[in-house]
């Protein structure tokens, strides 16, 4: 857990609170609300993702592509010395009297292995930057979140109304509110 | 979707402007001065005055006194040398005896007209890619190209045009192009002096009547379906919002034209092209030449997508489109480079002769023009639309999208030219001036197809969808 994102965990928040929405476009409108009255929103969780959500509270472009070309290019160089270890420096086989050095043969195994590392790592490092990784702890606000349920998450933070922002998300669709308290949610 | 601000859907009318007119003009009469001035430079001595003097041509260039030789060389003296030190070169008989050359009558004309084929054939496939990709946008109930299906719409009006300048090359020059028709003129039969089994054993498919019947009864039926298409589309705009019953024909009928195309596209390559080089075959071929002229199309219609869009017109399309059409260049262009391996690595292991010998002309005699074919296709729009920004900048897809068609079409050109002529071919400005001509023809062909009918399908049920087109931050 502590090797994750610090930012994103929900742990160790002095107080949040909690909307809980069952309309993708009411969440929409919500969310418009909410950063038109300079709440900051923490984040929303959605099941699945919901068009112009990321462009509303101005999230950062995702940097999973990055990860996939990097995951791609670690592929790549370990097929390449992989099949250059075994092909050429281990154990030279004449297969039909072709060389062994560089040769068209290597390039689907280098082509499957890119492929592969960058399948896996983008999986990996998606479930895992999404706390969904089997034996990482995620934090559910809702156990909904990943079925039916869109939430929205703010923390409180001094100076913020909080009256204001509970009547906006009430105002804007929200099936329920609830308060978090130091990793306790009480509906309020 | 439905989020965000309300897009207002509204027709636009297209009309041509002075300077594409000008533009595609200039294209197509400095083609014809660069074609003339090819035409003048091609050596013509070697065009008979006598018997001897006629060009002989080698299909395989596998000998290593062949390696030296220019096709300028490749006179009578050359020919005279063929026969006699050609002994190291006994036909295999595991393969039959396989015709070496023959002899082109009109050597500089052939040259003329085997342009003409590549570049018939060229946007012949450009034009028919572009309507499958129309019809696979229904078939698939795609919605965010409905904003941008005129274009596609009007580069598929180019099927007739391409087709004919093709029919015409191979109609006048098919005895000189291709050896299995000079074969067959010849009508051997078995046993007599320059027999040759394969040819023989194809000549049930590879003949004249099924070489023009085939691919025309193939083209008309697109066609016709094509223009249902079109047509459909079209009544659907002077219909009423709403109104699904043209978008349903339009499903079917595109449904119907994906799956004959798909069973069929393999023809005109295996007809036309891959006939070129008669002995050998590779059952991949047909699915290489289609992907050529897939990316090809996709790239074209994004740059007309960002002319357009540059114009003022297409206020639906923005850059998310742009976006998605440079994915489908990157993801293509990436597929070309799967297939052309498919193809070139089984014959490089397998090692069979029969099929070795197209690659092997084409990798020791054209060793330029085989890099820059990879370097065109894959290396350079790879390297350059890997980033998420290239994609979205029409500059960047202008300038690899420039590339790209360019290299394709040498891709085409370099599939023919060596299995015609043997080693010893450049990309001249004969070949520069045709294709300059008809990518003139093809552009101002195409945009005054969008003149015809009005630029956004504004009762397409997926246009509010694609106007409101987002692929994310």
């Known amino acids: ?188 | 979707m439905g989020h965000g601000h309300h897009i207002e859907i509204k027709q636009e009318t297209f009309v041509v402007p002075a300077r594409a007119k000008q533009f595609s003009m200039i294209f197509m009469v400095v083609g014809l001065i660069l074609a003339g001035i090819g035409i003048a430079k091609i050596d013509k001595s070697a065009a008979g005055h006598d018997e001897h003097a006629k060009v002989e041509v080698k299909a395989e260039g596998h000998d290593s006194h062949e390696a030296a030789k220019g096709h300028e060389e490749h006179t009578a003296a050359a020919a005279e040398e063929h026969h006699t030190e050609e002994h190291g070169n006994v036909p295999n008989e595991n393969f039959g005896p396989r015709m070496e050359y023959h002899t082109i009558e009109h050597p500089w004309q052939t040259k003329i007209w085997a342009n003409l084929l590549v570049a018939g054939y060229f946007f012949l496939m450009i034009s028919l890619a572009s309507m499958f990709w129309i019809t696979i946008q229904y078939a698939a109930n795609a919605g965010w190209s409905a904003a941008i299906k005129r274009i596609p719409e009007a580069m598929s009006t180019f099927i007739p045009v391409g087709f004919i300048v093709l029919l015409i090359s191979v109609f006048i020059a098919k005895n000189d192009i291709y050896h299995w028709a000079h074969y067959e003129h010849l009508g051997l039969k078995p046993g007599q002096e320059g027999y040759d089994k394969i040819l023989d054993g194809k000549s049930g498919f590879l003949n004249s009547t099924m070489f023009f019947v085939f691919p025309i009864v193939l083209v008309t039926i697109w066609m016709i379906l094509g223009r249902r298409l079109r047509n459909l589309s079209v009544q659907e705009d002077n219909g009423t919002k709403g109104d699904i019953t043209f978008h349903n024909k339009s499903i079917r009928t595109s449904a119907i034209f994906a799956v004959i195309f798909g069973f069929t596209i393999s023809f005109l390559a295996w007809f036309f092209i891959m006939s070129v080089d008669a002995h050998w075959y590779s059952t991949i071929f047909g699915v290489y030449n289609f992907i050529t002229h897939w990316v090809t199309a996709i790239t074209i219609m994004a740059l007309l997508v960002a002319y357009l869009k540059s114009l003022g017109y297409l206020k639906l399309v923005s850059n998310e489109h742009i976006h998605d059409l440079g994915k489908f260049m990157f993801a293509f262009t990436i597929f070309w480079a799967y297939i052309w391996l498919s193809q070139y690595l089984l014959i490089w292991y397998a090692q069979i002769p029969e099929e070795m010998y197209y690659y092997q002309i084409r990798f020791e005699q054209y060793k330029a023009n085989f890099l820059t074919n990879l370097v065109m296709n894959f290396c350079l729009p790879f390297a350059l639309l890997l980033m998420r920004s290239a994609k979205r900048n029409r500059y960047v897809l202008g300038i690899v999208g420039t590339i790209m068609i360019l290299g394709h079409y040498h891709d085409v050109w370099f599939m023919v030219f060596p299995g015609v002529f043997g080693p010893g071919m450049q990309v001249g400005l004969l070949e520069i001036g045709v294709f300059m001509f008809f990518a003139g023809l093809f552009l101002i062909w195409t945009l005054t197809a969008l003149t015809k009918r009005g630029l956004v399908p504004v009762n397409h049920p997926f246009i509010e969808e694609s106007a409101h087109h987002d692929v994310g931050v």
């Open chain 1, 1 to 188: 857990m502590g090797i994750l994102d610090k930012k994103l965990s929900l742990r160790n928040r002095s107080k949040m609170l909690v909307g809980i929405w069952e309309d993708e476009d009411k969440l929409v409108e919500a969310t418009s609300a909410l950063v038109h009255d300079g709440v900051h929103i923490h984040d929303i969780y959605t099941p699945y993702p919901v068009h112009g959500l990321e462009r509303i509270i101005g999230a950062r472009r995702s940097r999973l592509a990055r990860v996939a070309f990097f995951c791609g290019l670690t592929g790549f160089i370990l097929m390449t010395t992989m099949i250059w270890y075994m092909y050429v420096l281990d154990w030279p086989v004449n297969v039909g009297n072709k060389p062994v050095r560089f040769t068209p043969s290597w390039i689907p195994v280098m082509f499957e292995g890119t492929v592969l590392c960058t399948a896996y790592g983008m999986g990996f490092f998606f479930f895992w930057r999404n706390r969904l990784l089997l034996g990482v702890k995620n934090d559910l606000l809702d156990d909904r979140q990943t079925d039916d349920r869109m939430v929205i998450a703010i923390e409180c933070v001094e100076g913020m109304n909080e009256s204001d922002v509970l009547n906006t998300m009430k105002s804007n669709g929200a099936v329920e509110l609830r308060e978090l308290i130091n990793g306790v949610q009480t509906t309020i």
